[in-house]
């Protein structure tokens, strides 16, 4: 990547702000691509339409989402500045990243992805739940919790330290194994992906889904919204897997999302506020 770049502007040569801004400025376009793509879509063009799979039946206050866009804005550059880290550690040849091909074959190159994908999600459990002790949530996590009725731009809405720890995956796996840049981009595709889904505020997959032996290993976007809302609770990323193992999915996560995924209408209530009928959704405090 870095070849090409140099190649196509050869003032860029060891030109690291340069380098710095166009990874930059490449996160921003793909965060707003993704991001803004699932707002466009949820929380203006099909805002009336679809209002009854809303998790929580009511929209943040304009303000909130303005919060989201600065800190995930914030948190890009920390994203960028380990991206610019990461290229010189491998020109210098301290990172295990391969650029030809031929060096592996397409099995492991799978095998990179999905491993890369399995790792970040442990990885991901356990740093948030350090994330919750006391100490770290009211200085660090308290940033990302301010959303507690998120929307897609909350993707990566992170006090710095946590952006800090939660990227860090990417500089700690090229150390560990050979991987090559397009297994880091297909993990990164799939990482932005779920993490605009989880704070979507709609619910999208359809009933049953979080009861079925297969699809049931996989997280929904009630899962990650009843963490925002009632905190201790749903701590995992990508997979059920470790929330079934550790006892934190909140008891009523099933009966929640079946409860969701089964509404079939909405009455609008004002221009503002819609109300979903025949339904009295109202989420439990966590017990914890
Ligand atoms: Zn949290
Ligand atoms: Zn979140």
Redo the contacts with the bound molecule.
């Keep these: 990547m870095s070849h090409i770049l140099e190649s196509w502007f050869p003032a860029l040569q060891d030109n690291l702000p340069a380098y710095w801004l166009i990874i930059y400025a490449f996160l921003v376009l793909r965060y707003v691509i993704f991001a803004g793509a699932a707002y466009g879509i949820f929380y203006v063009w099909r805002k009336r339409a679809w209002f009854y799979k809303k998790i929580q039946q009511k929209y943040p206050e304009q303000k909130r989402v303005l919060y989201e866009l600065k800190y995930s804005f914030s948190s890009l550059a920390i994203f960028a500045s380990l991206a610019v880290f990461i290229k010189y550690a491998t020109e210098g040849g301290y990172t295990k990243i391969y650029s030809d091909f031929s060096e592996h074959s397409w099995l492991y190159f799978l095998f990179t992805v999905v491993i890369f994908v399995l790792i970040h999600d442990m990885y991901f459990y356990w740093t ?1 739940r350090a ?2 002790h006391p100490l770290l ?1 009211k200085h660090v ?1 308290k940033v ?2 301010m959303s507690n009725n998120p929307t897609p731009w909350a993707a990566f809405s992170f006090h710095p330290l946590e952006a800090l720890v939660e990227f860090g995956i990417i500089p700690i796996m090229v150390f560990l194994m050979p991987l090559h840049p397009a297994a880091i981009a297909v993990f990164a595709l799939y990482m932005v992906s779920l993490n605009v889904i989880g704070h979507l505020g709609f619910e999208i997959f359809p009933r049953g889904f979080t009861q079925h032996k297969i699809f049931g290993l996989h997280n929904t976007s009630t899962h990650h919204n009843m ?2 809302k009632l ?1 201790n609770c749903n ?1 995992s990323l990508y997979f059920n897997i470790w929330d079934k193992l550790m006892g934190t999915n909140h008891a009523k996560y099933h009966s929640t999302f079946e409860e969701v995924a089964a509404r079939k209408d909405a009455v609008p209530v004002s221009s503002n506020e819609y109300q979903v009928a025949s339904t009295s959704y109202e989420m439990q405090q966590a017990t914890d």
Excluded: A, D, G, L
Aim: glycine share 0%; proline share 0%; hydrophobic share 25%.
């Design positions: 948030h994330m919750h949530f996590h990302h919790h963490h925002h905190v701590y």
